[in-house]
């Protein structure tokens, strides 16, 4: 299994450039969600998915959008980058969603927006 | 303002000591977990406590959930420049996917 992989690994945008970030898990599981990761903030929930067609809104959706066409797939689209962007977005999985059952995260997809 | 407060932020140690970090909240939460994460990986999960005064203990690492379900800790016994890390603590509201995370300790073992 290669548990949880997200692509690219880094990426550089210009500000009102759009961008679609990947992630894909092979584990079967049900729930999938987006965190972003800034210094001095932790991981703050952006959205998540409890199955494929299923979505709804973490603590700080704005300016993301997501899809769950497929179980393995959880892409997180940027619309129109800005500067306020720039972060490390982490993708995680789990059987069943909160947090009884483990998350597994990806290794981080690192964002700047020039 | 961090719905989860985890303190210290940084914590330098020599080889062998104990430590205690924390995760403070005015909120209550269904369950809670600790993670590590390494530099340019993403979090790996250490525990998770879902009831009231919960004690687990992985090893030498020794983690408390609150009586009132507001606050864990986590203590390091002989500590091993192999626990450094940022420890991340994710707490559940409601049962309803609604987690949040503390903005961690750093912590760094010198031999």
């Known amino acids: 299994n290669a548990g949880v992989t997200q692509t690219p690994k880094f990426q550089v945008l210009k500000t009102g450039q759009s961008m679609t970030l990947q992630c894909a898990q092979d584990?079967?599981?049900?729930?999938m969600s987006w965190y972003r990761q800034d210094p001095g903030m932790g991981l703050r929930l952006i959205h998540y998915?409890?199955?494929?067609?299923?979505?709804d809104q973490g603590e700080v959706p704005n300016g993301y959008n997501v899809s769950r066409s497929t179980t393995e797939d959880f892409p997180l689209r940027l619309l129109s980058a800005a500067p306020s962007q720039t972060s490390v977005y982490f993708c995680?999985?789990?059987?069943?969603?909160?947090?009884?059952?483990?998350?597994?995260f990806g290794p981080g997809t690192r964002l700047t927006v020039t | 303002t961090q719905l989860l407060e985890q303190s210290p932020q940084f914590l330098s140690i020599q080889e062998g000591e104990n430590l205690t970090v924390y995760c403070n909240s005015s909120?209550?939460?269904?369950?809670l977990q600790w993670y590590r994460q390494e530099p340019g990986e993403g979090p790996v999960l250490l525990v998770t406590?879902?009831?009231?005064?919960e004690v687990k203990k992985l090893k030498r690492l020794t983690f408390q959930f609150g009586d009132a379900r507001k606050d864990s800790s986590l203590h390091i016994t002989a500590a091993q420049p192999g626990d450094t890390g940022l420890y991340l603590c994710?707490?559940?509201?409601?049962?309803?996917?609604?987690?949040?995370f503390g903005a961690g300790t750093r912590l760094t073992v010198k031999p």
């Open positions: 909120s209550v939460f269904s369950s």
């Open positions: 994710a707490g559940e509201r409601n049962n309803n996917n609604d987690m949040r």
């Open positions: 406590v879902v009831t009231g005064g």
């Open positions: 584990m079967n599981h049900e729930y």
């Open positions: 995680a999985s789990s059987y069943s969603g909160g947090l009884v059952s483990e998350q597994y």
């Open positions: 998915s409890v199955g494929a067609g299923i979505t």
